[in-house]
């Protein structure tokens, strides 16, 4: 008989977790099975297990206690219509036969008879079910129509009736709000029903002009990235070969899942535990390549929540002229991103209100830390304060309103603060035979998607293009490949060329954005020249800045910042309408503390022509050029020849 967890009271009312032999954990962290979001539950507050055939509930030493029918426990044996709180929830443990519910209790992950696999059938594991996971599983479902059969996994889903759906902030998923740029070449790749569902009216912006990534004319496109989970995953629900577990994959518990099916593919991101726990398949990142002087290089960048009362022009104008910010967002909504001096990132952390002790969970996990009615930016995971805010006369503060008084946010219009980190790793291979055919198995490949092959993203938002490349190109390849049989490493030749032509690509632009080389050879970290520019004026040089020469150092800055402006608008100007004159830039950036327009100024301006070069194009290596045929000449004595 099949027990259940019920939420009574809370965010997690009116859904249901049926308990079986694995723990069941309550807590504030997000990795917990039920996440509970009031700050008096701990990070890992309860847990039930299964002894002796029962389901006991264990307090895990929270600070403020659980409770079950009213009653303090630290250990409890759960019988039905046990009440347990947890903070402020309240949930039911009941028997299923008991429980009303919508669950739709065929698509439940039980225990299944063995019956012999269909031949025919191209079995594949997911784990990982975001955009990149869910897209490859719709293009391959349509590719293979009843030839193919996907099992997704994601800890961040949740079912709703018979459905899967996204878990919410009150959940614990709290980045789902961030845009992101889909260039032309992606979006065109993917079906027509994916399209559909995903470009409807007003629900993408078109702030980025077209360039050499579009193509067919079609420009880059700005789209929130809840909205592309949420509409793939809705497709995935109403396609009978995908089937959907709302539930973290285990490589060490699910290892005989890796050897069942002929393909395990992870886009689980960049801290993949699949990936690492295969590491001896795939091999060891390097990081060496990307270094400076012996160290690896890294990026924090300070992803602030806004709406911009910019107009689009405006801000791309603002944003491609500086290398300190870049507003990614639809129609005024979505990140600023700040990159970060390394003093600066080293005071990206929250406070404890309550043990008074200092956490990075911004900068570590990252965290997304959202403001209150006091305007205090509250970590909802682990009940955290953002410090810098506390300290409203810090430098990094201060910092931090200029960048929202650059691109016209208001004060009240910053809602969230997050913090992301960009570095970059060169991968060896991303395909792998996991397992040989035998009697058992039937020959399991595994592959890299997404942040789990390519975590090398010049900023915030600009990852999902090489990651739908590489689910449309491996969907490519299965299609070609499967014939019923066992696979070969030469079937994924051209999969694994087209990755590494992607990996080529994206790090070769994030290495760009990330460093600058000057007139004399010499490479510098970006982030290196914007914290040298707080330090005060540097030795002026030849060229724009000898007007600037005799001018009051913020006047010089300003001066040269316009000059690069016009060089830019007059670039762009063919291909972005509305971009603003001499008059406005300069009311706009006078307005800005001297100092801010000196990091802006020494930044320097996005190198567009390689930052923005050309997509890596992985139709080259899909190609299928008909073999020619070219009969033989006929000999004089062939009957065939005309008389």
Known sequence: MLSVIMGRIGPFAGQSVVLRDAPLTFGRKSDNDIVIVSVSASRLHAEILVEDGTYVLHDRDSRNGTYVNGHPVTRHELTPGDTIRIGDETFLFETQEAVETVMNLSQLALPRPQVAADPGILRITVTGGGPVGLAFALLLEKALPQRVSVTLYDGRWIRSGDTVVWKGEAHGNVRRQQVVTVQSRQYLALTDEMRAALFGDGQF?????????????????????????????????????IRLVPKRF???????????????????????????????????????????????????????????????????????????????????????????????????????????????????????????????????????????????????????????????????????????????????????????????????????????????????????????????????????AWHGHPMRDADFIRHEAAMSMLQYRHKSRAWNAMVATDNRGATRAI????????????????????????????????????????????????????????????????????????????????????????????????????PVFVPAAPRASDPRLPA
Not at 215 to 227: D, K, S, V
Not at 280 to 290: H, K, M, N, P
Not at 445 to 455: I, K, R, S, V
């Open 205 to 241: 912006s078109e702030m980025w002009p077209l360039g050499p990534d579009s193509i067919e004319g079609q420009p880059p496109r700005n789209i929130r990235i809840a909205h592309i989970e949420d509409r793939l995953l809705e497709l995935a629900n109403s396609k009978p070969a």
């Open 250 to 480: 285990d490589p060490e518990q699910h290892e005989h899942l890796i050897t069942r099916d002929h393909v395990l593919v992870i886009c689980e991101g960049a801290r993949s535990r699949t990936r690492e726990h295969l590491a001896d398949r795939f091999g060891v990142a390097d990081a060496s390549i990307y270094s400076l002087n012996g160290e690896h290089l890294q990026d924090v960048v300070l992803g602030l929540r806004v709406k911009s009362r910019l107009t689009d022009p405006m801000s791309v104008l603002l944003t491609v002229a500086q290398n300190r910010f870049l507003l990614n967002s639809l129609r005024g909504e979505g990140f600023l991103n700040m990159r970060l001096t390394r003093e600066e990132a080293s005071n990206v952390i929250g406070i404890d209100p309550v043990r008074q002790v200092f956490e990075e969970c911004i900068a570590a996990r990252p965290c997304v830390m959202s403001r209150q009615e006091d305007n205090e930016f509250v970590c909802p995971t682990h009940g955290t304060l953002f410090l810098p805010a506390l300290l409203r006369n810090s430098p990094l503060w201060k910092r931090i309103q200029e960048g929202l008084r650059l691109f016209g946010v208001a004060d009240d219009d910053l809602s969230a603060i997050t913090a992301f980190r960009l570095d970059m790793v060169q991968r060896p291979r991303f395909t792998a035979q996991l397992a040989r055919p035998s009697g058992e198995c039937p020959g399991t490949y595994g592959f890299l998607l997404g942040d789990a092959a390519n975590a090398i993203h010049f900023w915030p938002g600009r990852g999902l293009n090489s990651g739908l490349a590489s689910a449309v190109s491996l969907a490519r390849t299965l299609t070609g």
């Open 527 to 626: 982030k290196d020249i914007i914290h040298r520019s707080m330090e005060g004026p540097q030795p002026e040089t030849k060229g724009a800045q000898a007007r600037a020469k005799c001018m009051p150092s913020a006047a010089g800055d300003l001066e040269l910042l316009l000059d690069r402006m016009r060089a830019i608008r007059e670039r762009l100007a063919p291909r972005l309408p509305g971009l603003p004159d001499d008059q406005e830039l300069w009311e706009h950036l006078s307005a800005l503390a001297p100092a801010t327009l000196r990091t802006l100024q020494e930044s320097g301006a996005w190198d567009t022509l390689i930052v923005g070069g050309e997509e890596a194009d992985i139709d080259l290596f899909y190609q299928q050029d008909a």
